[in-house]
């Protein structure tokens, strides 16, 4: 699978608003889950959210209420929209999605990261 990752904004400040979406493509059979997880520097990857390909979400405790995943099956896009942002929320944030093959195998791919910067 590809990955059309962008964010929506540039450099923000605490308290301010990003959108970031990743659209995956390619010989897509059937997707499962989608999300985010993200990597600040000197920090193991962690969760942010997931969503469902029933719409069912998931989030870390750390964002809940200010972020919002989402997506479109149609298009094969995850959204994540992140306000009141914080310094904290700064990291490298990396889609992915759980791909299922007509065989019934399913493998995750992620996507390229994409920077995100909160400035106090």
């Known amino acids: 699978l590809r990955f059309s990752c962008r964010r929506w904004g540039g450099l923000v400040q605490t308290g301010g608003s990003l959108r970031l979406s990743c659209a995956a493509s390619g010989s897509i059979f059937s997707i499962n889950d989608m999300g985010w997880y993200r990597q600040a520097p000197g920090n193991q990857r962690e969760s942010v959210a997931s969503i469902t390909s029933g719409g069912s979400t998931d989030y870390a405790d750390s964002v809940k209420g200010r972020f919002t995943i989402s997506r479109d099956n149609a298009k094969n896009t995850v959204y994540l929209q992140m306000n009141a942002l914080k310094p904290e929320d700064t990291a490298v944030y990396y889609c992915?999605?759980?791909?299922?093959?007509?065989?019934?195998?399913?493998?995750?791919?992620w996507g390229k990261g994409t920077q995100v910067t909160v400035s106090s």
């Open positions: 992915y999605v759980q791909h299922r093959e007509r065989t019934g195998y399913r493998m995750v791919y």
